[in-house]
């Protein structure tokens, strides 16, 4: 006992530490911008002015358009080669006083050496080159010679073919060509200007850095944008200098009181929810199971508002948080968790009050019209609802804030109609939370109050008078659930399965019998026995056919710790002043926990022993529910539910009312007077003569 109270002690300790660890640790530790914007749509806040001057920027691709025009305006650099011409000139020499000097008189080689020393001065270039600088259009070239350049016209120079013609030019009229070519002078005539393109790199370099990173200033008090406006190019690069400038403006310095803030309001919001549940929902601190499903609704959302962007906030379905609670629990409890949750999350968002406008707006209305989930259909009502409340308060906030209706984002209504889509996983959800948390749902109880379900049809086939027993407690104990606001879906399919230990031996048990009762060879010791055991035999069965918890509390503890009381007070007469060892007629109990275990056993108590009523008046059926239930509050049956005197009280109507409309006495049909003198009897229909043949019932 000492252990378990520890282990609740530290479940109550570490899950709200845990919860809020998590919490806190997702929260962003900077300020952050609080307008969001896109290009091509319109600016959906308030007008936006300058808090104070700040510089335009360009845009990256605007930055690389002007740097590689500004580097594609650098004119490229070339080296001269001023040893290519000597070797040249030192090659033609030497060939032609080897081979040429025969050929070619004196002053033709003469002319033909000035040619090529003209090429060679004016700069030779190689074809490659050639095509590049024609590809780029380019006019001139730097020539670098020693440690100058000089500006030189590309129509200046000379490619090896036009060089190579040059040479050719040289008078021949007195030779002939022949005498030239003969000569093969392109293997003299070589390119001498060779790019440079480390120089040229980091010139072109040096003009991309000179691009200047801004196109204007916006001076403090400047209109930036308006409302409506579409966010063009022009306006988007604004935003985003002004949006740089305030985070530059916005560092991280002071981290630390940001953390110790985030800490004091996550604290405070948990700490409201927690008086909440020890002030109004003490039962729910006692349940592992619901701390745990709680803790996990309050910080699945903060966490999942962390991983959205704010652009993308309202498609989060948080309507889902308050609508699982609702279905689990209650709605008070459903609508208090909301509220935490939708305040905590509002601290990831740098606008935060028309999403905790929206959210709260349609969070209530819908937790409060999903009054009993037990169809799919109410949940798409639900998120129909969820949705309409979304768009109301979205415009009537607009509205109230001058915004003209043609000027908004319509691309908000969008967001609510994905956020209603996502609301409908709710229901594959709340299958995965019923068996995480053990939780009983009320679609699950529908789905078990089929009475052509396997269980339910073996016991209406195998003891009926058991199976009718319990269709009678299932009106009965519902009934009375309505009247004092308890789960009437819950109790109502626990009274179908409260029973299903008798499908073990049915023919000992009354309604089940036919003439033949197998308790009389046995002693009441045995009889108690077998009819005791039908409780641990419908647990067996529970487990057998995996009903859920909340079903199998209603097997245990219907009978409660009470006595088999036939066989008990039988043998109490047959034993006379012996000592009973009354454990042996004692049922395992426990004793009801809830309202609706205390309502079946009261429902079942009544509706058995009314069985046994010689003749049903009001004052009969009056004098046994008082009786029975009176017997039950003094036996101490439920002093461990919630249950009052003043419910104990409305039950008591609702059973009298209902007994006396099940066993409401028949009236008697009148005969027909005999006529005064006999007369031909008129015949009738054949279906008015079964009417009179069978009295009606």
Known sequence: ??????????????????????????????????????????????????????????????LREERAQAASAVTPYYRYDDKAYDAARDSLQKQYTRAFSTLMPRNLYRKL????????????????????????????????????SVLTPVSELYTVQQAYELVMQTDTSSYGTYVLQSCNLNDYIRPNLVFDEEKTTLARADAADEVALTRGIILSGQKIIDTGDIVDEQAYQTLVSYRKAWTNRNTLTGSENILLGQTLLVAILLAVFISYLAIYRRDYIVRPNVIIFLATQLVIFPVISSLVSAKYIMMV???????????????????????????ISSLFLPEPYLFILLQLAAGIIANYSLTELTERSQLFRT???????????????????????????????LDFLVNAILLLFTYPLLYLFEKLFHFTSNVTLVELSNINNKLLRKLSEEAPGTFNHSMQMANLAAAAANEIDANSQLVRTGALYHDIGKLKNPAFFTENQAGVNPHDRLSCEQSAQIIIQHVADGLKLADKYH???AIRQFIATHHGTSKAKYFYVSYCN??????????????????????????????????AASRSLKEYTEESISTLVDRIIDGQVADGCFASCPITFLDIQRVKAVFKEKLRTMYHTRISYPELNAPAKA???????????????????
């Open 547 to 549: 009903l859920p918890d």
């Open 317 to 343: 379905p948080f309507v889902m948080a308050p609508v699982m609670v609702r279905v689990f629990l209650d709605s008070r409890t459903a609508t208090m968790l909301h509220v935490v949750v939708v305040l």
């Open 1 to 62: 006992m000492k252990n378990k109270k520890l282990r609740r002690y530290a479940l109550w300790v570490l899950t709200p530490l845990l919860s809020a660890a998590l919490i806190i640790f997702f929260l962003p530790r900077q300020k952050t911008f609080k307008y969001d914007f896109d290009k091509g749509k319109p600016w959906r806040y308030e007008q936006l002015t300058a808090d104070w001057d700040f510089a335009v920027e360009k845009s990256d691709q605007e």
């Open 574 to 607: 047959e034993h006379p002043g012996e000592d009973v060892d009354e454990s042996l007629f004692s049922y395992p109990g426990p004793n009801p926990s809830t309202l609706e275990t205390a309502l079946l056993m009261m429902a079942d108590a009544v509706e």
């Open 679 to 697: 007369e031909e009897p008129i015949a009738l229909p054949a279906e008015e003569q079964e009417q009179e043949e069978e009295p009606l019932s």
């Open 383 to 413: 998120a129909l609802i969820a949705l309409a409340v979304y768009l109301i308060v979205w415009i009537g906030y607009e509205l109230a804030a001058g915004n003209d209706l043609s000027r908004l984002n319509y691309l908000m209504p």
């Open 113 to 148: 050496g000035e040619n090529l020393a003209t090429a060679y001065q004016h700069g030779i270039l190689s074809s490659t080159d050639q095509l590049r600088l024609a590809a780029d259009s380019t006019a001139a070239i730097n020539v670098i010679k020693g440690t100058s």
